[in-house]
Structure formats: C-alpha cells, structure tokens
C-alpha cells in the first residue's frame, strides 16, 4: 500500500482573514513535496485549479521542478484537466518531468473537473464537457502509446496531427495515465474498458459504497483483455494527521468552513454546519482526520472494501496553517505508513 499526499495549493490568510500571495501558495506546495520526500512518503499529487484559494494552475511545472529536488517519492497529477487543456502540452510536460526526475517516477492523471473554472478560462464551451474530455483523452493515449516520437492524430477538439514528432519521450517509453473519476459508473467502466489505472476521489459519504465501482471498473477490464499491475485503484480523500484526534479535527475544521463558505457561493450550497463536519471525520464516513492509529486503521478497512493500491490525503485547504501540513505528511510517512504495512500483513 503505497501512502501519500495531494494539493490544489492553499493560499494562506493573514491574521484579519484577508488571502496572502498566491506565490507563497506555489512555493509552500513545492516545500511540502520536497519535504514529503525527505521523510519518506510515497506519492506526491499536485491537482490542477485557478482560483485564488487554490492556485496550483500549472502541475506539470510544479511537478518538474520538484523532480529536481527529489529523490524517491512518485510525483504526478491530481488531476490535469484534460477538456480544456491541450494534451501534447501536457504529455511534454509531463515527460520532460520524467527526465528531469532520471525516470519512472513521474505519473499524470487525467479528469475531466468537477469545478468548471477552465472552461471560460480557456475559451471552450460547457456544452462540448463530454466531446472534449473523449477526444483529448485519445490524443494524450495516442501520444503515450506511440512507438517514437512521430505522432499522427485527428479529431475535432483540437488540429490534427499529420506525422509530426512530439519530444521529449519519457525515459521508459511511456508515462502511468489514471483516470481520475469522483464516483461516476460510466468513467469507471471506460477505465477498465482502456486498461488505465482508476484514481477515486472521494470527498463525502462512506467511501466503502464504492467498492461496487470498483468492482464495475475490474470486470470491465477483464471483459476487454485487461489483466496484470496496471488494472489497480487508487483513493484520494480529505485528511489530516496530528498527535492525537481532537488536535486533528480541530485543525481541519476551520479550513474545511472556508472551503464550504467559497464552494457554496459558486453552487449553492447552504451555510456549513459544524454537525455535518464533525458527522464525516468517524468512521465508516469520508474524512480521515485523526491519530495516525486511526488513520491506518481506516485505510486498512477501506481496503478491505476496495483493494486499492494507494491512499492519498489532502489537508490543507481554506487556508491551513502550513505547519500543521507539514507535520500530517511526517505522521503519514512514519507513522502511518508503518502501521498500515503492519495490519495488512496481519491479514
């Protein structure tokens, strides 16, 4: 089981609420991944959002230049939104990463966004959501799967590709691709269906009701003569690790309202109670927050649900302390990590 960490970037407020640069955002980010590293976790995602809470705009950049600064830890995204972005762009990117990294640590993983920022951002319509994501997503496969660095492609959501080369290729010939999917059947199908490892990302309710996706997702690949390493789940939920849970719970919840206060003014959500924060940080419920042995505990149960192959947290949001990150992601390499390894092998 691998353990790691992911991120949108989380600009900090000053002492009056008010938001401080999204720069240090960007370099509080790259400190976190390089420290992740030094203390020994095993994946590091960066996830791809515009906004002035979460500025983590260009993963791949991110991702580069931390592949200079580690070492072991896996980098890659979480996720690239795929639609509304051009995928050579992205698969060079990622590859130069790749190259950068000495090689095979370096993963993307593609969405679609379930927050819709980039579509007036980049100028493409809401209504072509599906067409794009299909089209993209076939040119960035085309791409990873080619021979060498000739490429020829066609579709409609972006010019054609007639035999042009597309450089740098990755040092191993090709790159992980995830499909990232937030719980959808459809997605979970089309992933097996492709052969492509499935990232879920599950942000409320009870994570084991997914384990019927899971299962969709696996019979799917082996309906289409898919087997071996690459059929796998990986999970992506909020958590934060502290010394003791009370610490822990309290830590999140104030980032956690401010997340919910700015998301509901985009989709209506109603005001945040504390009793539907408090409801999600138990068992068998979304949220893993806690000491790290009820953190392990709940991942190793989850997997018993799931099976999956990587559980990934992200703590810091609506404008967490940066300390209290750095100190979730020691707890989750040293002493989560372990305890995790120690109850699977119980089993």
Do not use: C
Not at 244 to 269: D, S
């Amino acid at each position: 089981m691998e353990i790691g960490a992911y991120s949108f970037g989380d600009t900090q407020l000053n002492p009056d609420g008010s938001q401080r640069s999204t720069a240090e955002a960007i370099k509080n980010l790259f400190d976190a991944i390089v420290h992740a590293d030094t203390v020994g976790l095993d994946y590091f995602g960066v996830g791809e959002h515009h906004t002035l809470s979460m500025p983590a705009s260009s993963p791949g950049a991110i991702i580069a230049a931390a592949a200079a600064a580690t070492t072991r830890i896996k980098l890659g995204s979480a996720a690239s939104i795929i639609g509304t972005d051009d995928p050579v762009r992205v698969f060079q990117q990622f590859a130069t990463a790749d190259a950068i990294s000495g090689g095979g640590r370096i993963e993307i993983t593609a969405g679609r966004g379930s927050s819709v920022e980039t579509f007036p951002l980049f100028g493409f319509d809401l209504n072509d959501y599906d067409e794009l994501y299909a089209q993209k997503l076939d040119l960035l496969l085309t791409l990873n799967n080619s021979a060498g660095e000739n490429v020829t492609w066609s579709g409609t959501a972006r010019p054609s590709i007639p035999e042009l080369d597309v450089v740098p290729r990755p040092t191993q010939g090709s790159l992980p691709i995830w499909i990232a999917t937030g719980g959808s059947a459809p997605s979970s199908a089309r992933a097996g269906r492709l052969g492509l490892p499935l990232a879920y990302a599950i942000i409320g309710g009870q994570p084991h009701r997914f384990a019927p996706l899971a299962q969709l997702y696996r019979q799917s690949a082996a309906q289409a003569g898919h087997t071996g390493d690459n059929i796998k789940v990986s999970v992506a939920t909020f958590g934060l690790v502290a010394p003791t849970k009370k610490e822990a719970v309290e830590r999140l919840y104030p980032g956690w309202v401010n997340l919910n206060i700015e998301m509901g003014k985009l989709r209506g959500w109603p005001a945040p109670q504390r009793s539907s924060y408090l409801a999600q940080v138990d068992a068998p419920n979304a949220y893993f927050v806690g000491h790290p042995d009820d953190v392990a505990e709940r991942i190793v149960a989850l997997h018993g649900h799931l099976g999956h192959m990587r559980h990934f947290l992200q703590g810091d949001h609506g404008g967490l302390p940066h300390e209290y990150l750095m100190e979730s992601i020691t707890l989750l390499a040293t002493e989560v990590k372990p305890r995790v390894e120690r109850l699977l092998a119980a089993k």
